[in-house]
């Protein structure tokens, strides 16, 4: 049977390791017990939650005192099984709630010492029937406990704290005990800390003998997504939840406004709006309080089922958003003619994020974006995929979104964002090919140079949309700058250019490394972020209506500007193995490099 005392016990001695052990916690051990939040850089407060102890019974455990909740109710049994679990006093467990659901009674206790309950050890139990289902308990030892009537009063430093918080008390105040990570009990005023204006929320522990701040709880919930991360490429690639995925370098005020006071709870904000039917009517709100956006997409029902429609919605909103912070920090900026309301006075022309219409009823099968000049909202299309039943949605099939989002890069930086400059068969190809390239260089997370398959969920093909898969493989994919002579197509066309960026990338990861940040830092050296650089770079230099080899040159150049052409002749190699040498024109090959190079 499982013994209750010697689980304590455990924690107990966890607490005193921790206490004498000045080795840093395991990462994942401090992501379930700490939490360190940055109020303003003058303050850093790491908050301190002791480690739970969680069992469940299955059909449940036997126990003398589950008997007791249909008899006296779950105050009383609750109170008296944790009390024996735990080997406590029932007088050190303190009934905060509980109620009757359909499936179980649930009781919420905290610990408590001289009638002072603790704001951080924790028990909860379940009862189902006559038995115990789940405990779960994170009290800690009262060995180092501080005195229980305060010796410090709330009026000596609320002044000082509201100034430390950047807010106002607003007369909620409690006195409890607060478990501390070294193992010690303070005894805390509980006070609570609300700027309106600033949208911050605190509640303030503040030790009652010191008048010292010990912790904080954020009432304000962090934005949070349920998505097809990035770096993945469709839904059967695994859904998370993500916190705060917004760059603040990128979105100074994140995805949802236009200023600290200005913030939607809305698929609505500064670089994107993204809406089912209307933009002023069919976005997608938060699914709780805060800017939480947690919807998942289920794949076993229609794209249209179910919450698959908020899903989806907040997957679109979710990648433009990224995709306009990873393109900023390589140079998408407001002054480079990217798509935001606020231009927050940087530059280029305002007014225009990007609006992003999700399951769109104009088509099928395809996505499409509009590049109107800077100044004016570019405007996405994605639609529903009939090819399979249930039908899928290309919404959660990220190399959609994002290829359909470098549409608007490729289109506002070549040129001078006009939306004119890439109006030709051949510079509209190559628009393809750099949105297939940037769809896959978003969902790299290694060095490994893998074959990359476009549209391979949507259309439930492993083939996917195109005709080959891009590969450094000749034989895989056979493109070379000769074939855009029997090729008519901008997709085909794409294509040539697209697997010569693959080239290209998998030249320059194997020469210069990967770096792994690459999404949220474009600091560093390493191959993946030096081919972003030239990618971006290469879009601004290049003429307009560009060719593949005035393309080309501008890569070379854009690495003789950012790198004093420490990577051409990588660039150039690579080219060069498709048949973009040196002496390629009119869709003849040449695998010529120049002279410094061979
Ligand atoms: C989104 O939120 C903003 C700010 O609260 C509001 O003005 C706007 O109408 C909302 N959009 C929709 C479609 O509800
Ligand atoms: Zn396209």
């Known amino acids: 049977m499982f013994s209750f005392g010697k689980m304590l016990n455990a924690v107990v001695l966890a607490l005193a390791c921790s206490s004498v052990n000045a080795v840093p916690w395991d990462a994942t051990v401090k992501y379930s017990t700490h939490r360190t939040r940055e109020i303003s850089p003058a303050l850093t407060i790491e908050a301190y939650h002791p480690p739970t102890t969680y069992k469940t019974f299955g059909k449940g455990l036997d126990d003398a005192h589950a008997a007791r909740v249909k008899r006296e109710g779950i105050e009383a049994a609750s109170t008296a099984f944790v009390a024996s679990q735990l080997g406590l006093d029932e007088s050190a467990v303190n ?43 994170s009290f800690v030892s ?38 501390k990570a070294d193992g010690t009990v303070a005894l805390v005023h509980v006070v609570q ?96 309080s805060g800017q939480v956006f947690n919807y998942r997409y289920d794949t076993s029902v229609a794209p249209t089922s179910g919450s698959n429609v908020q899903a989806a919605t907040v997957n679109s909103f979710y990648i433009m958003n990224s995709l306009h912070d990873i393109s900023y920090l390589y140079g998408f900026t407001e002054a480079a003619y990217n798509f935001q309301t606020s231009n927050f006075g940087k530059g280029g022309v305002a007014n225009d994020r990007v ?81 297939d390239a940037m769809a896959e260089w978003t969902e790299q997370t290694s060095a490994t140079i893998s074959d990359f398959t476009m549209g391979g969920w949507v259309t439930g093909s492993t083939a996917g949309i195109r005709s080959y898969p891009y590969s450094t493989n000749a034989r895989t994919n056979p493109l070379r700058y000769s074939t855009i002579r029997t090729l008519n197509e901008v997709h085909d066309i794409g294509e040539v250019w697209a697997n010569m960026l693959h080239n290209v990338y998998a030249l320059l990861v194997g020469e210069y490394g990967f770096s792994a940040d690459f999404k949220t830092s474009a600091a560093s050296d390493a191959g993946n972020v030096v081919y972003m650089h030239l990618f971006i770079d290469a879009l601004a230099l290049q003429p307009c209506n560009p060719t593949l080899p005035t393309a080309r040159d501008a890569w070379i150049q854009a690495d003789e500007n950012r790198y004093g052409g420490e990577h051409v002749c990588t660039v150039w190699t690579a080219f060069a193995s498709r048949g973009l040498g040196v002496n390629a024109r009119s869709y003849t090959d040449d695998t010529t490099v120049p002279a410094e190079c061979r």
């Open 95 to 137: 009934f905060k709630s509980g109620y009757e659901s359909e499936s179980a009674h649930y009781g919420y206790m905290r610990q408590a010492h001289d009638n002072v309950p603790f704001v951080n050890a924790v028990a909860n139990v379940a009862f189902k029937d006559d038995k115990v289902v789940s405990f779960g308990n």
């Open 142 to 179: 009262t060995d180092n406990i501080a005195a229980s009537t305060p010796t410090v009063e709330i009026d000596s430093f609320i002044s000082d704290i509201e100034a430390q918080l950047d807010g106002k008390f607003n007369d909620y105040s409690s006195l409890e005990y607060l478990a």
């Open 193 to 288: 800390i609300r700027n309106e204006d600033t949208n911050a929320w605190y509640e303030a522990m503040v030790d009652a003998h010191s008048g010292e701040l010990v912790s904080i709880t954020d009432f304000v919930a962090d934005a949070s997504y349920t998505v097809v991360p990035i770096s993945k490429q469709d839904p059967t690639d695994g859904i998370e939840t993500l916190s705060n995925p917004a760059l603040t370098a990128a979105s100074p005020y994140g995805w949802h406004g236009t200023s600290s006071t200005s913030t939607t709870t809305n698929t609505s904000g500064n670089n994107v709006v993204a809406y089912k039917g209307s933009s002023t009517s069919g976005t997608t709100s938060q699914s709780s």
């Open 355 to 435: 609006l992003m219409s999700v399951q769109d009823s104009s088509g099928t099968n395809n996505a499409n974006f509009a590049t109107p000049p800077d100044g004016q909202s570019g405007q996405c299309r994605m639609y529903i995929w009939t090819y399979t039943n249930p039908r899928r949605d290309g919404d959660v099939e990220n190399d959609i979104p994002v290829h359909e989002g470098t549409h608007g890069i490729t289109n506002r930086v070549t040129g001078g964002g006009t939306g004119r400059c890439l109006q030709t068969t051949e510079s509209g190809g190559m628009g393809e090919g750099w949105s």
